[in-house]
């Protein structure tokens, strides 16, 4: 039933319910609970004392190993952590000190912005392009005498802008590490979600895998098995790895046992493959139902449509008096919620959002787009 009852008026009609495009979490149809439950199952069947002992701090040995043979690197490169939010900040513990030149990508995830700027770290924000990284605004920073400790990129499907690093910068970037000895951090939660487009090498792998020494890579299972899981890792050099866990140590003994079996069960088992297949095809559609609203409810908007992940960043004519904290405000009052652009940068981003399409099933998108397409409008009058 979509209008009110007989004995509602539309004032005591029940609000439709929100649509949520704020979230960067898959919604629950996406996710394979049945398989996970017999992953833990099986992970304690085969394994109590693992599930029940403390563990170490570099992970459960297993699915450590299982990431290692993925990335084609000794067992000592790899960590395995309570989520890859985890990783980036003993990362940034140990290269992101008090002072420390910090180069991200402008605009970045703002919990990336937040982790630097709480410890200290000397931050610049170089321009994110529709190919990632603007580097020639990075050598204009290092031609100024900026000497970056860290390059924090998220190469694939960027978070917020959906944009993804091309193979032509990817080697450029390196070039410039290598020569002025600084470490890319490979922020890569969402190569795996790709639905479209050929795929490309990582950093990692392109600084040499096991012989790298200009990258340190992260990534995680949030995307492709679930959120709630917590598990993520760190790819880098023995020593900084080493460092790393006798922090990990130091924090909390060893990373979460259960959750580390029951992804180490999950991604050697047969379910894997399909579910992450349906978690794609999913993203497909949806990107494409909003692609279409967007360009129906909301002609003035312009957008990338990504080839993967879960994030869309749309702008809106500059000069036009945007406020996009007026236009969240509107938006949360008729039922929709987006991230105001101003959340992911330092300054500006003022006529931008970003809108998270993994939470938001195919059904709700176009009634979304409209919704907010309504708060745009009210927000200008
Ligand atoms: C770029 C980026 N890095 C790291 C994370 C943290 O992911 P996790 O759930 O593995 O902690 C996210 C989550 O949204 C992200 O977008």
């Given at each position: 039933m979509t209008g009110p009852t007989a004995q509602q008026t539309p004032e005591t009609a029940p609000a439709a319910?929100?649509?949520?495009?704020?979230?960067?979490?898959?919604?629950?149809?996406?996710?394979?609970?049945?398989?996970?439950?017999?992953?833990?199952?099986?992970?304690?069947?085969?394994?109590?004392?693992?599930?029940?002992?403390?563990?170490?701090?570099?992970?459960?040995?297993p699915l450590r190993r299982w990431i290692a043979e993925k990335h084609g690197v000794p067992e000592d490169h790899v960590l395995v952590t309570n989520g890859s939010m985890q990783a980036d900040a003993f990362l940034f513990d140990e290269l992101a000190t008090p002072g420390a030149a910090v180069v991200t990508?402008?605009?970045?995830?703002?919990?990336?912005?937040?982790?630097?700027?709480?410890?200290?770290?000397?931050l610049h924000l170089v321009t994110l392009q529709e190919d990632g990284i603007d580097l020639d605004e990075v050598e204009a920073l290092l031609r100024s005498g900026v000497r970056p400790a860290l390059a924090h990129v998220i190469p694939?499907?960027?978070?917020?802008?959906?944009?993804?690093?091309?193979?032509?910068?990817?080697?450029?970037?390196?070039?410039?590490?290598?020569?002025?000895?600084?470490?890319?951090?490979?922020?890569?939660?969402?190569?795996?979600?790709?639905?479209?487009g050929e795929p490309l090498p990582r950093l990692l792998e392109l600084d040499g895998g096991a012989a790298s020494t200009s990258v340190v890579y992260a990534s995680s299972f949030s995307k492709t098995v679930c959120p709630g899981i917590r598990v993520g890792y760190l790819v880098g050099p023995p020593a900084l790895v080493e460092r790393i866990r006798v922090r990990a140590t130091n924090t909390?003994?060893?990373?979460?046992?259960?959750?580390?079996?029951?992804?180490?069960?999950?991604?050697?088992?047969?379910?894997?493959?399909?579910?992450?297949?349906r978690v794609r095809s999913a993203l497909a559609e949806r990107v494409g139902l909003l692609d279409v609203a967007l360009r129906e409810h909301?002609?003035?908007?312009?957008?990338?449509?990504?080839?993967?992940?879960?994030?869309?960043?749309?702008?809106?004519p500059a000069g036009e008096g945007h406020d996009?904290?007026?236009?969240?405000?509107?938006?949360?009052?008729?039922?929709?919620?987006i991230v105001p652009g101003t959340d992911f940068l330092l300054d500006g981003g003022e006529n931008a959002f970003r809108l998270a399409f993994s939470g938001v099933q195919a059904a709700d998108i176009e009634e979304g787009v409209r919704r907010l397409a309504a708060a745009v409008a009210a927000a200008q009058g």
């Open positions: 319910p929100p649509i949520s495009f704020a979230r960067g979490a898959p919604s629950t149809d996406i996710v394979d609970v049945e398989g996970l439950k017999e992953a833990a199952v099986a992970a304690f069947d085969t394994d109590p004392a693992g599930m029940t002992g403390y563990g170490t701090a570099v992970g459960y040995v990508e402008r605009p970045t995830y703002d919990r990336t912005l937040l982790g630097l700027k709480q410890r200290g770290a000397d694939n499907f960027q978070n917020p802008a959906g944009y993804t690093l091309s193979l032509e910068k990817r080697h450029q970037l390196l070039e410039l590490a290598r020569e002025h000895g600084f470490v890319v951090f490979e922020d890569d939660p969402y190569v795996d979600v790709r639905f479209s909390y003994i060893a990373p979460n046992m259960v959750a580390q079996g029951t992804v180490n069960q999950y991604v050697r088992g047969t379910r894997f493959p399909a579910a992450l297949e909301l002609p003035q908007a312009s957008f990338r449509r990504p080839d993967g992940g879960y994030f869309l960043w749309v702008e809106l996009v904290r007026r236009i969240a405000q509107e938006a949360t009052r008729r039922g929709v919620a």
